[in-house]
């Protein structure tokens, strides 16, 4: 799936996690990010460095089609430039000061993020729809010898005792953010089974983790 050297897209959170106008902190292997919807709905990925001060721009909020710093309230577009400075209200801010953004595309329900310039468009997850995401407290290896597969070149592994569940992985600094897909059609109950098979595979996981450190 990935390669040192190509770009590639990293699937960051579940639609669901972020509503209109609000903001959140995400992570991918280029840093960390803030992840941004407007009101009307689009989704952005700004660095999560406010170009003045540099607090994190995931601590501020969104208001309307803007993000706004929680520090002294400098406001960015969606496509980076700053809008307003609410200590100079008659000034046009200068094109020059600029929020740094990935490409970010939403796609069945996740949001991917891309780090560098990929080279193909995220896998297809069209048999599946996104369930929860979860924290695990362990890197992909343990996490394949947890679930009994391996990762695929789709980015997903399969858990072999519950093959219509799915696990999309990022590794993030000694820990893995999960995104539990699970196909579609599915009933209530199944979906049930699925967070509980889920949370299952994280505490194998993270208690395999722990025996090789
Ligand atoms: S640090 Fe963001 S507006 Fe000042």
Same mark, same amino acid.
């Given at each position: 799936?990935?390669?040192?050297?190509?770009?590639?897209?990293?699937?960051?959170?579940?639609?669901?996690?972020?509503?209109p106008?609000?903001?959140?902190?995400?992570?991918?292997?280029?840093?960390?990010?803030?992840?941004?919807?407007?009101?009307?709905? =689009?989704v952005? /990925?700004?660095? &999560?460095?406010? $170009?003045?001060?540099?607090? *994190?721009?995931?601590?501020?909020? %969104?208001?309307?089609?803007?993000?706004?710093?929680?520090?002294?309230?400098?406001?960015?577009?969606p496509?980076?430039g700053?809008? =307003?400075?609410? /200590?100079?209200? &008659?000034?046009? $801010?200068?094109?020059?000061? *600029?929020?740094?953004?990935?490409? %970010?595309?939403?796609?069945?329900?996740?949001?991917?993020v891309?780090v560098?310039?990929p080279?193909?468009?995220?896998?297809?997850?069209?048999?599946?729809?996104?369930?929860?995401?979860?924290?695990?407290?362990?890197?992909?290896?343990?996490?394949?010898?947890?679930?009994?597969?391996?990762?695929?070149?789709?980015?997903?592994?399969?858990?072999a005792?519950?093959?219509?569940?799915?696990?999309?992985?990022?590794?993030?600094?000694?820990?893995?953010?999960?995104?539990v897909?699970?196909?579609?059609d599915?009933?209530?109950?199944?979906?049930?089974?699925?967070?509980?098979?889920?949370?299952?595979?994280?505490?194998?996981?993270?208690?395999?983790?722990?025996?090789?450190?």
């Open positions: 799936m990935l390669s040192d050297t190509a770009g590639y897209w990293t699937p960051v959170a579940l639609s669901a996690d972020l509503p106008a609000t903001v959140i902190p995400a992570w991918t292997p280029a840093g960390s990010i803030a992840l941004w919807r407007t009101q009307s709905g =689009r952005s /990925a700004s660095s &999560d460095r406010c $170009p003045h001060r540099g607090m *994190r721009l995931s601590h501020g909020f %969104v208001r309307g089609e803007a993000l706004s710093c929680i520090y002294h309230g400098w406001s960015y577009s496509a980076g700053c809008i =307003r400075i609410p /200590a100079h209200p &008659d000034l046009v $801010p200068p094109e020059t000061i *600029r929020v740094a953004g990935h490409k %970010v595309q939403e796609s069945r329900g996740v949001i991917w891309a560098g310039e080279l193909a468009s995220q896998p297809s997850l069209d048999d599946l729809l996104p369930l929860r995401s979860l924290t695990v407290e362990a890197g992909i290896p343990a996490l394949e010898a947890a679930a009994g597969a391996k990762i695929g070149m789709d980015g997903l592994i399969s858990i005792d519950c093959p219509w569940v799915r696990l999309l992985p990022t590794e993030q600094a000694g820990r893995t953010l999960v995104h897909m699970i196909e579609k599915r009933s209530l109950s199944d979906r049930l089974t699925a967070s509980r098979i889920a949370e299952a595979v994280r505490r194998q996981a993270e208690a395999r983790q722990k025996e090789v450190e």
